[in-house]
């Protein structure tokens, strides 16, 4: 484990391959029954290049008109989410060192060419839960400055299988995705990168 800032915790190599190829096979499932969606940014409804689901008794959602939030059915199908899988809460329950388990799983699919912008995870109440997020697939650069905008910024790769933790100080850290790496990993047929991000929302 590596502290990269206080509460930001990288787990690299945290699944080995059979584990990440069961969670994967446990991902499409999900996105079977929750298809991946285009979310937009509130206001302008400009689509964002990631494509999402939700797993969990809530689900983050956005659109142009009520903006960012969760809501207990997936905005498409108006279907309650499918629940989170046993080996995410696995991870949860390994690495949160919180004491509620999480509500919510956002499913984020990178194509190569995607890319998240630098932003604060802050829709939810109860802030003092951690956030973990599980990489998936083709590597990332990913990006964590302070809590304000104009922080300075550090970068690190993530690889197919690593976990890492934003809790404590570094729950509110600015973070981002700049680019995917295309053919860095064999995971997913088609390449792309998987993000899973366990949320606890209410306190
Ligand atoms: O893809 C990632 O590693 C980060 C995703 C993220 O920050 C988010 O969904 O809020
Ligand atoms: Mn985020």
């Avoid at 697939?137 to 197919?160: D, E, M, V, W, Y």
């Avoid at 933790?165 to 995917?180: A, K, M, P, T, Y």
Wanted: include cysteine.
């Amino acid at each position: 484990m590596l502290e990269i800032s206080s509460g930001i915790r990288h787990f690299p190599s945290y699944l080995d391959r059979p584990r990440q190829e069961t969670m994967i096979e446990t991902i499409r499932e999900i996105v079977s029954a929750a298809p991946l969606f285009t979310p937009v940014m509130p206001g302008t409804g400009k689509p964002m290049s990631v494509r999402m689901s939700n797993c969990g008794e809530l689900g983050w959602v956005t659109d142009k008109e009520r903006g960012y939030r969760y809501q207990p059915v997936h905005p498409l199908t108006g279907e309650v989410w499918p629940p989170i899988p046993n080996a995410l809460m696995q991870i949860w329950n390994d690495v949160s060192g919180y004491h509620l388990p999480p509500q919510a799983c956002l499913i984020n699919f990178y194509a190569d060419d995607a890319k998240m912008g630098l932003h604060q995870d802050k829709d939810e109440q109860d802030l003092r839960a951690p956030v973990v997020s599980v990489s998936l697939g083709n590597t990332c650069l990913f990006r964590i400055g302070g809590t304000t905008r104009t922080n300075s910024t550090q970068s690190l790769k993530l690889a197919s299988g690593d976990v890492i933790v934003l809790g404590g100080e570094g729950r509110l850290c600015f973070h981002g995705v700049d680019r995917i790496y295309p053919a860095t990993s064999t995971l997913l047929k088609s390449g792309g990168r998987i993000n899973l991000t366990l949320r606890r929302v209410t306190p």
